[in-house]
């Protein structure tokens, strides 16, 4: 399962040996209310305990607990037969630069109230060994490249972005790339009673403000070297906040695809074709933006037969796997991590307080 955005919790259900995955079984998606996503939104950037963010984690893993119950109620599948919870939580706070990362969720509560054994914690013990901590999805774009031609080229169009380049023999290189949709939809909430620029019409209909692009370009994350992750708030758009609605979206939309071009440039070689997963591949104006600058094949990954909705989920849920056959899921040219790593930390259905 997976709580990563601002928008909700996704979960699904697979089945997967940790190498290749035998079935997608489905899932479902509940949107956060208003009331809880402000809440959770007070509590990004935070790095110390308050009682305001222990409630926000328990409401956060009482709704993960409800969401448990009512896929396996959707999908007619008994508790009894699923092995493992792979449970990320919610990113509040992400500076690996300081070995600090932190995830809200009481995966040990979620344990013992859906009565399935689960596993979390999947960044701590890169970023503990001087990794990143992200992205750790590459380890799943891996297994589902299996088939396609390579190179190719996983892009995650979520709050922020990243990718996975697959070449052949399973060569991976990944990193975050920039922002994607975040600080979009942070204009857009602020400025209109909106939570989101569908399909990017408001940014279509706005000009990009070059002077803008390129202060917000110049931000020092784009020469480091890859592997690198970001946390959501690492960009300051203060050079925009005179700009209106339209064209303030324009440029951001501008920055999101300015970032994806520059990461190009740091992969092994060019990929044949760009699958995008995340919210953002709904947005046809940030789609339409990319295809025309990257001149390279890009599509939503449901033109090669998934669902971009419950990727990320299914992800959590195939790493979980692999954290409990003792299998890595992160490298040196994913995180950064000086050897193949195993995380996650696991917690037992039946645990002895």
Same mark, same amino acid.
């Given at each position: 399962?997976?709580?990563?955005?601002?928008?909700?919790?996704?979960?699904?259900?697979?089945?997967?040996?940790?190498e290749?995955?035998?079935?997608?079984?489905?899932?479902?998606t509940i949107?956060?209310?208003t009331?809880?996503?402000?809440?959770?939104?007070?509590?990004?950037?935070?790095?110390?305990?308050?009682?305001?963010?222990?409630?926000?984690?328990?409401?956060l893993?009482?709704?993960?607990?409800?969401?448990?119950?009512?896929?396996?109620?959707?999908?007619?599948?008994?508790?009894?037969?699923?092995?493992?919870?792979?449970?990320?939580?919610?990113?509040?706070?992400?500076?690996?630069?300081?070995?600090?990362?932190?995830?809200?969720?009481?995966?040990?509560?979620?344990?013992?109230?859906?009565?399935?054994?689960?596993v979390?914690?999947?960044?701590?013990?890169?970023?503990?060994?001087?990794?990143?901590?992200?992205?750790?999805?590459?380890?799943?774009?891996?297994?589902?490249?299996?088939?396609?031609?390579k190179?190719? #080229?996983?892009?995650?169009?979520?709050? *922020?972005?990243? %990718?996975? !380049?697959? &070449?052949e023999?399973?060569?991976?290189? +990944? /990193?975050?790339?920039?922002?994607a949709?975040?600080?979009?939809?942070?204009?857009?909430?602020?400025?209109?009673?909106?939570?989101?620029?569908?399909?990017?019409?408001?940014?279509?209909?706005g000009?990009v403000?070059?002077?803008?692009?390129?202060?917000?370009?110049?931000?020092?994350?784009?020469?480091?070297?890859?592997?690198?992750?970001?946390?959501r708030?690492?960009?300051?758009?203060?050079?925009?906040?005179?700009?209106?609605l339209?064209?303030?979206?324009?440029?951001?939309?501008?920055?999101t695809?300015?970032?994806v071009v520059?990461?190009?440039?740091?992969?092994?070689?060019?990929?044949?074709r760009?699958?995008?997963?995340?919210?953002?591949?709904?947005?046809?104006h940030?789609?339409g933006?990319?295809?025309?600058? #990257?001149?390279?094949?890009?599509?939503? *990954?449901?033109? %090669?037969? !998934?669902? &971009?909705?419950?990727?990320?989920?299914? +992800? /959590?849920?195939?790493?979980?796997?692999?954290?409990?056959?003792?299998?890595p899921?992160?490298?040196?040219?994913?995180?950064?991590?000086?050897?193949?790593l195993?995380?996650g930390?696991?917690?037992?259905?039946?645990?002895?307080?």
């Open positions: 399962m997976s709580g990563t955005s601002l928008d909700g919790i996704d979960a699904a259900l697979i089945e997967s040996d940790g290749l995955v035998t079935a997608w079984l489905g899932g479902v949107p956060y209310d009331q809880f996503r402000d809440s959770l939104r007070a509590c990004l950037g935070a790095r110390e305990w308050s009682a305001e963010i222990r409630l926000v984690e328990m409401e893993t009482d709704r993960h607990t409800e969401t448990v119950s009512l896929l396996l109620e959707m999908l007619s599948v008994s508790r009894d037969t699923v092995d493992l919870i792979g449970f990320h939580g919610h990113t509040i706070t992400h500076d690996p630069a300081f070995k600090f990362t932190w995830q809200l969720g009481a995966a040990d509560d979620l344990a013992k109230c859906t009565g399935i054994d689960v979390a914690k999947f960044r701590n013990a890169d970023v503990a060994s001087g990794g990143e901590g992200a992205p750790l999805v590459p380890a799943y774009h891996c297994a589902l490249a299996r088939n396609l031609p190179p190719v #080229v996983f892009l995650n169009l979520g709050g *922020v972005a990243n %990718v996975t !380049w697959v &070449g023999g399973d060569q991976l290189v +990944a /990193f975050d790339t920039g922002p949709n975040a600080l979009i939809d942070d204009w857009i909430s602020e400025r209109t009673d909106k939570i989101f620029d569908e399909d990017g019409a408001i940014a279509a209909t000009q403000n070059k002077a803008g692009l390129e202060i917000l370009l110049e931000n020092k994350f784009f020469v480091r070297p890859s592997p690198k992750s970001l946390d708030n690492e960009f300051n758009i203060a050079a925009l906040q005179g700009l209106s339209e064209d303030g979206a324009a440029t951001l939309s501008a920055f695809v300015e970032s520059l990461a190009l440039h740091q992969f092994l070689s060019l990929p044949t760009i699958v995008v997963t995340g919210g953002g591949r709904h947005n046809t940030l789609m933006l990319l295809a025309k600058k #990257v001149n390279i094949p890009v599509d939503p *990954v449901e033109a %090669v037969g !998934w669902n &971009g909705d419950l990727l990320e989920a299914e +992800a /959590f849920g195939y790493l979980a796997i692999r954290s409990v056959l003792n299998l899921i992160s490298w040196p040219t994913t995180t950064g991590v000086k050897i193949p195993i995380g930390q696991f917690f037992p259905k039946d645990r002895s307080d």
